[in-house]
């Protein structure tokens, strides 16, 4: 047996978005920007996505640019945020996913922006009272905080933050990858200016993204040669991967409701059989209802000589799962989610996510498979 409990690195494809995309690949190979019948054809078919998409998070059509996911919307909007919107000061928190830190980073180390880190907890959350501080002596500041972190799934109250940022003028900016096709995200509720989306988090093709530019901001293009999408970023769109982002985003709120019940009684019970099976285990980040992304779970693992071979240990016995974000797994350096939190060095940090084709089944499975690995 083997289980997959890795969801929130990629999830797999719902057979519908393979339908979707299928039927385009087959049928619809025109280019969106030829002038003649089939390229008009494609055309029309990116449109409707891209109009499905506006609807379900409360937006304009003009407001949504397809990408190739999170890394390329959030270094789009945090390098025109300062090339083009004249932002001088970033603020944001050291627990961010590297596509904002290390772009945030650069624009610090090149001079071009002075980068500011809200202070933060020991489960991740954000001060908010530091952060109104420095939006007060930084005003027209790019704010940029995720919506729920990819490791440990601390939730941020996007409403408080757009609060603060329009206070005192500043830009808000919010990954919301992890979050996107998991909550409603009402555009026009939260009085945000920037969010991005990746289909591949919510059973959507890998390669797919978009990013949300509220429509007070005008931005250059990163990527030039062409005038596709609305002539912020060139290049023949991924016609069939955006048609299967707009078709699991469909999908997704459709059961919104259904899946967070579902994944959160799943997390609940994988932390409720650690909680009486291996009790040394201890968790980080929040792990309470409505203060914790439900298809996140972040455990921590107590000292062990055989800590660094958990993730290997776990995979023979059949279960895939992660030490941290899956965009670092390529590295040797230790997770800087867990290091901003002050995790203890000789503790082992595992993250289990879950996704709606996860069971039962599965959450014990795992839980004995980790058991049985700690007991040897």
Request: net charge neutral; charged share 20%.
């Amino acid at each position: 047996m083997r289980v997959y409990l890795d969801n929130a690195a990629t999830t797999p494809l719902d057979q519908e978005v393979v339908t979707a995309m299928t039927d385009v690949l087959s049928n619809y190979y025109g280019n969106p920007s030829a002038q003649h019948a089939i390229g008009r054809t494609a055309k029309g078919i990116l449109e409707i996505a891209r109009r499905n998409v506006a609807e379900l998070i409360n937006a304009k059509s003009s407001e949504i640019f397809f990408t190739s996911g999170g890394t390329e919307a959030d270094n789009i909007v945090i390098r025109s945020a300062v090339t083009d919107l004249g932002v001088k000061n970033i603020i944001t928190s050291p627990t961010e996913h590297h596509a904002v830190l290390h772009t945030a980073e650069e624009m610090n180390e090149k001079g071009m922006a002075v980068l500011h880190f809200v202070n933060i907890n020991e489960k991740g959350e954000i001060d908010l009272e530091n952060l109104e501080f420095l939006a007060s002596k930084y005003p027209e500041s790019l704010i940029s905080i995720m919506h729920a972190n990819n490791e440990i799934g601390t939730l941020s109250n996007l409403k408080t933050i757009s609060a603060i940022a329009k206070k005192y003028h500043c830009i808000f900016h919010s990954d919301t990858v992890q979050t996107m096709g998991h909550y409603k995200i009402d555009v026009e509720e939260l009085g945000i200016d920037f969010l991005v989306c990746s289909a591949h988090k919510f059973n959507g093709p890998k390669g797919t993204g978009f990013l949300y530019i509220k429509n007070i901001h005008k931005l250059k293009p990163m990527i030039t040669g062409g005038g596709q999408e609305k002539n912020l970023r060139a290049g023949t769109e991924n016609l069939h991967g955006i048609v299967g982002l707009a078709k699991a985003l469909e999908i997704s709120n459709k059961i919104l409701d259904e899946k967070r019940k579902k994944i959160q009684s799943l997390k609940n019970l994988m932390i409720n059989l650690i909680k009486e099976k291996i009790p040394q285990i201890g968790f980080n980040g929040l792990i309470t209802e409505n203060e914790s992304l439900y298809t996140v779970l972040n455990v921590s693992v107590p000292p062990s000589p055989i800590g660094d071979m958990l993730l290997f240990k776990l995979d023979i016995e059949g279960v895939c799962a992660s030490g941290g974000s899956a965009c670092s797994s390529g590295s040797n350096k230790g997770s800087h989610v867990l290091a901003a939190i002050k995790h203890p060095e000789d503790r082992t940090g595992l993250r289990f996510s879950f996704g709606k084709f996860t069971t039962e089944k599965d959450i014990r499975f795992a839980v004995d498979k980790l058991q049985k690995i700690l007991s040897e």
